[in-house]
C-alpha cells in the first residue's frame, strides 16, 4: 500500500506552512487562504484550515541508511524529542525498523523512519528531497479487529503487525495506517498526546488500484 494523498486539519495553518516550506524546506505545490500542499516524495500533504485543534500522528520514510545523517540535519532546524535514558532514536526489532520524533507547528507529533527491509538505500549525503513518502497515519479506533477488517474488505489492504486488540497496523511497509485502540492505549509514543479519532482523508493505491477515504467519527467513507 502507498498513501498518495493525505489530507490533515490544522487551526495554526500559516504556522505549519512556514515549518513544512521554510524551516524543513519541502516544495509547495499549491496554496490558497484556506490550505497548502506539500510534495513529500510520492505523496502528497495537505493542511487545511480549521477552528478546532486537532492532533495526529503521521510519519515520513527515508533511505535505509540515512537516520543518523537525517537526525543531524534535521536537528540544526528542528528539536528531535529525547526517548529515554536521552536516546533519540527507536528501535523496532519486530518491524525491523529505526525512528525519531518531533513536533509539527500544530503540535502533531511527527516521525521519521528507516525500514531496512525496503532497500532503499542511497549513497548521496540526506537533504530534504530524499524523503520518500507519508509512510504512516494514525487512524485510532474502539476496536481495532473491526476496523482492521473493514479496511480489507473496502481496500484489499491486510493486517501487518501488531495486537489486534491494543495496537495493529493495516497496509504494508510503504503505508500503513496505525490502529491504536484508545481505550487500551492512552498516549502517542513518546508523547503525552491523548490519541483520539481525528477526521482525516487521504488517497491509497494498494494493488495497483486506487481509493480516496475520509475517516471522521470512527467511521470509514469510501469514494471512488
Not at 534535521?74 to 536516546?87: A, C, N, Q, S, T
Amino acid at each position: 500500500m502507498k498513501i498518495q494523498k493525505l489530507k490533515l486539519y490544522t487551526n495554526k495553518l500559516d504556522l505549519e506552512k512556514q515549518f513544512y516550506s521554510n524551516t524543513l524546506g519541502f516544495e509547495i505545490l499549491e496554496s490558497t487562504v484556506n490550505h497548502f500542499t506539500l510534495k513529500i516524495g510520492w505523496s502528497e500533504l495537505t493542511f487545511e484550515k480549521s477552528e478546532k485543534d486537532y492532533k495526529y500522528h503521521y510519519c515520513f520514510l527515508i533511505p535505509s541508511n540515512k537516520l543518523n545523517q537525517a537526525i543531524k540535519w534535521m536537528e540544526k532546524r528542528v528539536p528531535i524529542l529525547d526517548l529515554e535514558e536521552g536516546r533519540k532514536t527507536q528501535r523496532f526489532e519486530s518491524w525491523n525498523a529505526d525512528s525519531f520524533y518531533f513536533y509539527d507547528a500544530s503540535g502533531n507529533i511527527a516521525e521519521f523512519i528507516v525500514r531496512h527491509e525496503l532497500k532503499n538505500a542511497i549513497d548521496s549525503d540526506f537533504k530534504i528531497s530524499d524523503v520518500l513518502c507519508v509512510n504512516e497515519i494514525g487512524m485510532p479506533t474502539s476496536d481495532v479487529k473491526k476496523m482492521n477488517n473493514q479496511l480489507q474488505e473496502k481496500f484489499g489492504t491486510k493486517f501487518w503487525k501488531g495486537d489486534p486488540l491494543r495496537f495493529g497496523t493495516n497496509g504494508s511497509q510503504e503505508g500503513l495506517f496505525l490502529l491504536p485502540n484508545y481505550n487500551l492505549k492512552d498516549f502517542w509514543f513518546p508523547t503525552s498526546i491523548k490519541i483520539k479519532p481525528e477526521p482525516f482523508s487521504v488517497t491509497i493505491n494498494n494493488n495497483d488500484q486506487t481509493f480516496y477515504l475520509e475517516y471522521k467519527n470512527e467511521e470509514i467513507k469510501k469514494y471512488s
